[in-house]
């Protein structure tokens, strides 16, 4: 039988490990932020304290089962954290990372301290130091793939289209497509710059430019 102390000590560990996950998810200002980090975190410890009391009163009832519903239980919380957005999706590592927790408190409810230390390092290793790899490669990428919310007027489309082609830039893939009304457009299109230093000096310039409403990247 688990002593109160070893109990305590399980819960509060998994406080202090998904908290610090949750922390860096908040400074990002994520849908899921250090509260449900922890929440998520500290029930599945207690699922995973749960079971191996269970074993203990009833050696022969299979009690595994419990840990296993937690991990497939999380889906639904994380399909919370997914945003689609226009033809993005937001929120996929949001989603990645409340899985890990739940797996991170089920490590530690089962006494496998070093795991759920050594994989909380890793999963914050891998959302800092790989946020900025990634952000590094983006930088170096010539790919841009913008939005354009415009008044559906032939001569303001003809304009961004004159922009695009005196800074020298490509058009690799373009798409259209009306709001009811039929007032505006939207220019869904994924563009090859000579270099990535051109893309702030295009998106002010369409945004310029009149009768266009918004201009987001992706």
């Given at each position: 039988?688990?002593?109160?102390?070893?109990i305590?000590?399980?819960?509060?560990?998994?406080?202090?490990l998904?908290?610090?996950?949750?922390?860096?998810?908040?400074k990002?200002r994520?849908?899921?932020?250090?509260?449900?980090?922890?929440l998520?975190?500290?029930?599945?410890?207690?699922?995973?304290?749960?079971s191996?009391?269970?074993?203990?009163i009833?050696?022969?009832v299979?009690?595994?089962?419990l840990?296993?519903?937690?991990?497939?239980?999380?889906?639904?919380?994380?399909?919370?954290t997914i945003?689609?957005?226009?033809?993005?999706?937001?929120?996929l590592t949001?989603a990645a990372?409340l899985?890990?927790?739940?797996?991170?408190?089920?490590?530690?409810?089962?006494?496998f301290?070093?795991?759920?230390?050594?994989?909380?390092?890793?999963v914050?290793?891998?959302?800092?130091?790989?946020?900025?790899?990634?952000?590094?490669?983006?930088?170096k990428?010539n790919?841009l793939?913008i939005?354009?919310?415009?008044?559906?007027?032939?001569?303001?489309?003809k304009?961004?289209?004159k922009?695009?082609?005196?800074?020298?830039?490509?058009?690799?893939?373009?798409?259209?497509?009306?709001d009811?009304?039929?007032?505006?457009?939207?220019?869904?299109?994924d563009?090859?710059?000579?270099?990535y230093?051109?893309?702030?000096?295009l998106?002010?310039k369409?945004?310029?430019q009149?009768?266009?409403m918004?201009?987001?990247?992706?």
């Amino acid at each position: 039988m688990l002593s109160s102390q070893q109990i305590i000590i399980r819960l509060l560990l998994s406080v202090v490990l998904s908290g610090c996950i949750g922390i860096e998810r908040e400074k990002l200002r994520r849908p899921a932020g250090i509260r449900t980090h922890i929440l998520v975190c500290i029930g599945s410890t207690l699922v995973m304290l749960t079971s191996i009391h269970l074993a203990r009163i009833y050696p022969n009832v299979q009690v595994d089962r419990l840990g296993a519903q937690v991990i497939s239980g999380i889906g639904f919380l994380g399909a919370g954290t997914i945003i689609m957005q226009g033809n993005s999706v937001q929120g996929l590592t949001t989603a990645a990372g409340l899985w890990a927790v739940a797996c991170i408190g089920l490590a530690i409810g089962s006494g496998f301290y070093l795991g759920g230390i050594a994989a909380t390092l890793m999963v914050l290793i891998t959302l800092i130091l790989f946020k900025k790899i990634e952000e590094n490669i983006m930088k170096k990428s010539n790919n841009l793939i913008i939005s354009i919310i415009v008044t559906n007027k032939l001569e303001q489309i003809k304009n961004i289209y004159k922009i695009i082609e005196d800074m020298k830039i490509s058009i690799k893939k373009i798409e259209f497509s009306e709001d009811d009304s039929g007032d505006l457009i939207t220019l869904d299109m994924d563009l090859k710059l000579p270099n990535y230093g051109v893309k702030d000096d295009l998106i002010n310039k369409i945004v310029s430019q009149d009768g266009v409403m918004k201009v987001s990247k992706r």
